[in-house]
T-cell receptor, first 115, second 115 residues
């Protein structure tokens, strides 16, 4: 069985502050994929990143960066210099061999950025 | 524009009534999914389909039914057997089969409430 834990329910920051969202996953499989999605107030989920278990390189995309650490089963997400438009719920999700393509989502972290 | 269209945006169900949520995609994706989202929780998979005329139960299929008669369409029926249907329902699609673990693209969702 696989599980994704996002322990932070809500994080509030002031614009321009950095914010880090934690994601801890559990799986017995050695091959798996991790995802991050953003859900703005409009409701649809927006894909941000996909990472497979064999690629531990950290990634940066503009103000977004991801830190994948297999040793601690974590895939954390940092927003640098946050903006009001970053206010949303962010979900971490896992797909592993025993249930390929079927995403196991964490509970999500609500990020509130105030001006 | 390519994307996923869900309708209606809001839906109300009376006791004992079946209701159908529409999901149409023009992305030419093979796989389609239905998720349920409850407040403060992550998404849970109801049903998924990899090809036309084939679909599989997800984690919470009881009280729901689907069909996949066309590649573009994957309607979800919430039956009277679903005793707690109030939730936000999201439809998604992805390229290729489940094993490719391609990112899922989501619609804007349908909010279902009990009258």
């Amino acid at each position: 069985a696989q599980k994704v834990t996002q322990a932070q329910t809500e994080i509030s920051v002031v614009e321009k502050e950095d914010v880090t969202l934690d994601c801890v996953y559990e799986t017995r499989d050695t091959t798996y994929y991790l995802f991050w999605y953003k859900q703005p107030p409009s409701g649809e989920l927006v894909f941000l990143i996909r990472r497979n278990s064999f690629d531990e390189q950290n990634e940066i995309s503009g103000r977004y960066s991801w830190n994948f650490q297999k040793s601690t089963s974590s895939f954390n997400f940092t927003i640098t210099a946050s903006q009001v438009v970053d206010s949303a719920v962010y979900f971490c999700a896992l797909s592993a061999t025993d249930s390929w393509g079927k995403l196991q989502f964490g509970a999500g972290t609500q990020v509130v950025v105030t001006p | 524009d390519g994307g996923i269209t869900q309708s209606p945006k809001y839906l109300f169900r009376k006791e004992g009534q079946n209701v159908t949520l529409s999901c149409e995609q023009n992305l030419n994706h093979d796989a389609m999914y239905w998720y349920r989202q409850d407040p403060g929780q992550g998404l849970r998979l109801i049903y998924y389909s990899q090809i036309v005329n084939d679909f599989q139960k997800g984690d919470i299929a009881e009280g729901y039914s689907v069909s996949r008669e066309k590649k573009e369409s994957f309607p979800l029926t919430v039956t009277s057997a679903q005793k707690n249907p109030t939730a936000f329902y999201l439809c998604a699609s992805s390229m290729g089969d489940l094993y490719s673990n391609q990112p899922q693209h989501f619609g804007d969702g349908t909010r279902l409430s009990i009258l």
